[in-house]
């Protein structure tokens, strides 16, 4: 019997507007939490059944974090609410025309559509590049690269290949956004504190970690300042900074740069950028390089009654002419607002455009290591900033039970030095390399 | 480049005799922390990088802890000792009379060989009910399950099939041992307590937990009075209990049972039996059923230097004819008696026989419900029961951040009657059932 036959959505229908919502990132997920019951009906798609908070995900991937203190399961959310529906399933596309849904259990009809999926990894086109790198938006990518990486180890302990041993304790990091500063950060920490009690036999002074970008600093979203400090304070740490440095291609042993270097490496991290995942049947003048033009109010322009949220969005404002930066806070500002301002909508009430409150960026390297700049170009480097970043990133964490455990697991880290989540869960095989597999023969871990 | 090409082990020559350990479950892991570096040099091989606390698999499956909280990195427990050498590989075959292991990197020597690889499931030759049941002996095994139950519960809400949906909330556990019982009790802990606030519009009612036995008691290794507390106390939280019953097939939808009755359900959790996992190149006459022979220095009969502890050791002694419990304490018990009585075996002097000292046995039901056995024919129902197991779990966990983050999540169940880590990262997609795949289209969480 094929379980997945007859599917249907279940969504009960009521009298009041019906609100779907696209992707329950910071920005769907704010639209949800802040909507009335009384007022509308909510339906949430998303294709994982958990909310991720992704400024974390470089901690599940270094071992720092246990992925379930990150995410918390959406439906934990909505347990007071009572016309709120999550359904797990991946939207397929959209008529606006027919302000309607489609989903493989059946279509829904719509009477706003809030459009909060969120940006995804950026190859630009390299097929190479996307099938050896790894990427780090989700907590499976997470849980994936901790394998890697303390997989990595476990073979370099047992490799007796010359040709082999002088790369394999090289990681590149390509993109020198946050995600790249930070992971590069943790895998320096791992480095100087944990790698070489679990393999003293190991000469870690061959370990190198590289960090590439294209443009000419570090962390570019942010002050001058910060990407200074942020780059010294890595290069301290034993960071390789290759600034101005465009890869060309990744072939999963050697990264080649354009000016003709290479490096080799079994372990190639991609951050290098973004881009908005539009939805099959939306209007071509509707996006602009995969984000969807709204104005100030959120409102897709050329619709009446669609919206778009967070990454995925292009709000072109007077101080953000190519729109918000793609971090959580304009996620869930733009969430909130429209939460707030539906209604008023709804009734053809005049309101407020969104009003973006920069409440400044923050970027941890390690230990007593950050970077932050505060609005009013106000800049802390070291360990104010670190403190400030654990506050802010503790404050943040959508529910009170992953609060408690990441807390739990920093005051640990603090005081031990230890990363203690280096479990290989989730084997990885090189592609091509299906030997590993055979070896370890541990493949009933992978399925 | 092939990434395994060239393996070697590694493992540096002294003049010190190598003892050799297969397996870092309860007994291998406890020999390995015994021995002393100045007397023995020690390889210890496992295919997992960790050491897993198997008896609270069943709360990572039902979403009480994360897999991380009762499992711990092997290295980390050896970072204060100079000649302890840990390989994450499968040892492939003994050779006994050239006192040599064969692994994918190479061979190695050894001058002591214990053998502690533990107990795989006993699916007695079923095919069928070896590829379509759940196993819950692994981390993996533990986290597939939960992604598996969590995402049942998903699809139910999505399904318009009547014929289906009648028996989508069947949960079947086949063996009623301690895994079949805990497993029944934290199924009806999670519907009693958070399935009807997750999925307010699905009729729990019709959900059924079915706990099957081929004998007539639940806990057979139990005492009486235990097996009749934990009938009477699952019966209560609605498990429907069916003793004397002999399961025949599982197809992957209905479970037959050897009377001709079947019940139909997408899962099945298979914890009906053990068997030992005998090494290729062990002299057949070694061997009992999958067990080793052994005397009651551990020592394996017919071998002067080659041991077996824990499940795979089959010590028969006056109390315990059949050899002992397939449970955590013989196994640490074994471990530690080999460890401390190695140098004077080595040595030859006489060392006393291995005396079992059976502290007792545990089960928990669900929430201030378990049953206890202790030394003395005493038992304990109920809360005081469950405190004892309590504490003992949280005791017997090896590292202290495991205890930490155990009782973090504990004190939290405790307080909130929540189970937070619902998460699907691994989704379970049924054999034979591939449209699942294109429905959620999250198959790159599988990877």
Redesign the interface.
Known sequence: ??????????I?DTSKPRVVIIGAGFGGLNTAMGLSDEKFQVVLFD????HTFQPLLYQVASAGL????I???L??LF?KRKDVHF????VQAIDPAANTINT??GDLKYDYLIISGGAKTNYFGNENVQRFTSALK???DA??LRSQL??LF??A?????P??ADHLLNFVLIGAGPTGVEMAGALSELKRHILH???P?LDFTKMRIYLLDGLDRVLPPMSAKASARAQRDLEKMGVIIRLNTMVQDYDG?TVRIKDGESIKS?CVIWSAGVTGETMPGLPKEWAERGRLLTDSNCRIIGSSNVFAIGDIALMKQEKYPKGHPGMAQPAIQMGKYLAKNLWALHQQQPIKPFNYFDKGSLATIGRGKAVADLPGNIFFGGRIAWYIWLFVHISFLV?F?NK??VL??WI?NLF?Y?K???????PYI?KG?E??K?????N????
Chains 1, 2 share one sequence.
Do not use: C
């Open positions: 019997m094929e379980l997945m036959r007859h599917l249907a959505l279940n009960p294709k994982h059944n958990y246990q992925a379930d203190s995410a918390g399961p439906r934990n347990h359904r797990m399933l991946k493989s259990a989700t907590i499976p849980l994936n303390m997989q476990e073979w302990s047992l490799n007796a290949d040709n082999i009690k679990d393999y036999r042993e079994f529910t039970r408690l455990l739990t697991n640990w031990t230890d203690g989540n280096r479990l290989i869960i989730r090189r390399d030997r590993a055979e070896v370890f023969n541990n009933e871990s992978g399925s």
